[in-house]
């Protein structure tokens, strides 16, 4: 795709997400909702029969029992065999069983830094028959296999107890102080949520000085996931992680632990996707799983008990972690990291490049 149609997507999407920060949600009736869950009579007999499908995504199970307790008063024939799959099955382990023609799961998300690989290997089932798709606009699809289900903000945590107020950073070369000498975490999705869209934002110049100024301040390159970041931020194992999605922290903050998110600018924003394998096992129940999670009733329960932010049109505006998430992010430059830009951002990318160097080779 060419870079002048990337950048009116981006600035489309960009648009329609600070539209949504300034709007009430816009509650849908029941009757569409039912619309929206009107999926053909065959799919729900064959689905029947399938009885189960095999989800990988990144809610806790505590999480994913709320969320389908709802999807079970629809579909209470289908059992969900949930996995809160680790990165590394996400990215690679179920990728390699897709490859082979027997995938282990039916559904997967939270593959953002793998979405490439998973194209370039046939691997994704079209997703255009379902109701839902028609209710989403271009912009947070690519082609047809894949489209956005939640939205987040990648910026910073910090732990409370570590780091006043007047000491936090305005930019993010303030994180450069020789005092965070050390101090500094990056967890192991910042090369794909967080390093990329910086990198289209900030420009290569820009974006290189500072991931090289984070080498010289003994920045630490982690191989924790994003959840397990922020927990050991509430430790005191570190004052700083990156990249942590708002919702990541606010599952701490409301608990009253020793961590609150930060948005510098610019932010990372971050559209997360969900998939259903070409070859899955029980690809029927996967159409009524994908399409319900992505109607009104299934996005507002996902938020509601997740905390991301939902992507349906009509749930915009509506915070679903910290109230006041609207005015921490409020003037910020957004960096949307698209599907096109993931599709570019592989291991000869400069950028990659860089990041492999200093994560893993140190200056």
């Known amino acids: 795709m060419s870079t002048g149609r990337i950048k009116a997507i981006s600035a489309l999407l960009l648009a329609v997400l600070l539209t949504s920060l300034g709007a ?5 009736s029941a009757q569409a909702v039912d619309a929206e869950l009107a999926v053909p ?3 729900l007999e064959k689905a029947k029969v399938e009885g189960k499908l095999v989800l990988y995504s990144t809610e806790t199970p505590q999480q994913e029992t709320a969320i389908l307790k709802v999807f079970y008063k629809r579909y209470p024939f289908i059992t969900v065999d949930y996995l809160k799959a680790a990165t590394d099955v996400r990215y690679h382990k179920l990728l390699q069983s897709a490859r082979q023609g027997k995938p282990i799961a039916d559904i997967v998300t939270g593959i953002g830094g793998a979405l ?3 194209i370039d290997a046939q691997t994704l089932a079209e997703l255009t028959d379902l109701p839902t798709w028609r209710v989403y606009g271009d912009e947070v699809k690519y082609g047809t296999i894949s489209i956005a289900f939640r939205k987040r903000y990648y910026s910073l945590a910090y732990n ?4 006043s107020k007047k000491d936090l950073p305005k930019t993010w070369e303030d994180l450069l102080n020789p005092k965070w000498s050390g101090e500094v975490a990056f967890n192991s999705i910042a090369y794909a949520v967080w390093l990329n869209p910086l990198w289209h934002s900030l420009g290569p110049e820009r974006t290189r000085k500072l991931i090289e100024g984070f080498g010289r301040n003994k920045a630490q390159f982690r191989t924790e996931g994003a959840d397990a970041a ?7 194992e570190f004052n700083f992680a990156i990249p942590v999605s708002e919702y990541n922290a606010y599952e701490v903050f409301k608990l ?3 961590v609150d998110w930060l948005a510098l600018d610019p932010l990372p924003v971050g559209l997360g996707n969900i998939l259903a394998m070409k070859k899955g096992t029980h690809p029927f129940a996967a159409k009524l799983y994908i ?3 992505l109607s009104y009733e299934g996005q507002e329960i996902y938020a509601k008990v997740t905390g991301a932010n939902p992507v349906h049109p009509s749930l915009q505006g509506k915070s679903f972690n910290f109230p006041d998430l609207a005015q921490r992010i409020k003037g910020k ?7 096109e830009m993931e599709m570019g951002w592989g291991k000869d990318h400069p950028g990659m490049k860089l990041w492999q160097s200093i994560a893993l080779g140190g200056l």
Request: no cysteine; net charge positive; proline share 6%.
């Open 24 to 28: 009430g949600a816009n509650p849908v």
């Open 41 to 43: 009579k065959d799919w």
């Open 116 to 118: 490439k690989a998973y």
């Open 160 to 163: 409370t107890e570590h780091v």
């Open 230 to 236: 922020v927990r050991l931020l509430a430790a005191g």
């Open 256 to 258: 009253r632990g020793p």
């Open 291 to 293: 399409n319900w999670i």
């Open 333 to 339: 430059k957004l960096a949307l990291r698209t599907a």
